[in-house]
């Protein structure tokens, strides 16, 4: 019988003063991983040689110059970078900064070129990194430049899954940035990405307000009945499943996300402070919208721990399986929707 072709996960290695190295060597000591996929990192043997002898990590990797010789099997490195970057445990320099950046360029060409399959990367100093061919907020910015499509920052579990409506941007520009084509715009990709990502067929999503209590009626803060409340109508009158605006303090609390299969929270910290509170080390970041699926750790650099082994790599390993379960549920999607028969079929159960 013929054996089903391994999932290639490529893997940007991150700030090498931080926790990634460990987060994706802890990840795939354990073997039984390769049985799922095939991990190629992009980074350097003596890098990856260093990192797992510093912090006593039992691995056998494999070098190859390009992401096309990967072996199944084993751990692959892609060898981007010849020096020895020198490293400080704990410490955001400019150094690790330009090695962080090599290693997502080399990953994200390869993931653009089909020389991999998927893309998990491990945690960037947002300030370190910062250069003339990267001057984003983060990975999400600089991959929705790079891949084709919407992107969206959405944080996932298999049962909770929080997407954002502004991302990295400040409190003080928040209401202004959130517009209602904005709204659309999000809307629509997180309702496409529960159709083709996570095999959800009627999408019902929750939007969380703007102002505390939805603004209460304006009198606090108007954003919310001039802004979201006439959007979600013209949503609803449209045959979306959208509903709200929720009020963000008790939403979570009172268990209602779970009546919705995705939460769109009008900023960053509105959606992030809860979904980590209820699923921090099983979370993982993934950017929808996009060509290409990519996911994160729901964590950062975490310099307080790094070089110590301490770093918990659970969300890393989530996110692997994750970046899988998403690429496998892309492709079924494809091959049903491009079969007028099964076509069909999803259609009637949409209907059901």
Known sequence: ??????????????????IGCEVV?????????????????????????????????????????????????KINVVNIWREVPKTEFGKATKESGTFALKSLQAATKALKE????????????????????????????????????????????????????????????????????????????????????FAVQKPKIALLGINPHSGDNGVIGKEDDDVLKPTITELMNNGKLVFGPYSADSFFGSDAHSNFDAVLAAYHDQGLIPFKTLSFGKGVNYTAGLSKVR????????????GKGEADHSS????????????KNREEYKELTQNPLKRQRIKRKEQS
């Open 316 to 327: 890393f390993k989530e996110a692997v399986f994750m970046a899988l379960s998403i690429y």
């Open 114 to 197: 089909n020389k991999i399959d998927v893309l998990v990367t491990a945690p960037i100093n947002k300030n370190n990194i910062q250069s003339k061919e990267f001057n984003f907020s983060g990975h999400t910015d600089y991959l929705a430049k790079e891949l084709e499509g919407n992107s969206l920052m959405f944080m996932v579990t298999n049962t909770l899954k929080v997407g954002l409506l502004t991302d990295h941007i400040a409190v003080k520009d928040v209401a202004t940035a959130i517009t209602p084509e904005l709204i659309k715009e999000k809307v629509a990709t997180i309702e496409k990405s529960l159709k083709e990502d």
């Open 25 to 73: 060597l802890k990840t795939f000591e354990d073997n039984r991983m390769l049985d799922f996929c095939t991990p190629v990192i992009f980074a350097s043997n003596k890098t990856i040689s260093h990192q797992k002898n510093e912090l006593k990590i039992n691995i056998n990797y494999y070098g190859v110059q390009d992401a096309t010789k990967a072996v199944d099997g």
């Open 1 to 18: 019988m013929h054996e089903e072709k391994k999932i290639k996960v490529g893997i940007s290695i991150g700030d090498l003063n931080g």
């Open 295 to 306: 996911t994160s750790p729901d964590h950062g650099t975490a310099y307080e721990i790094a």
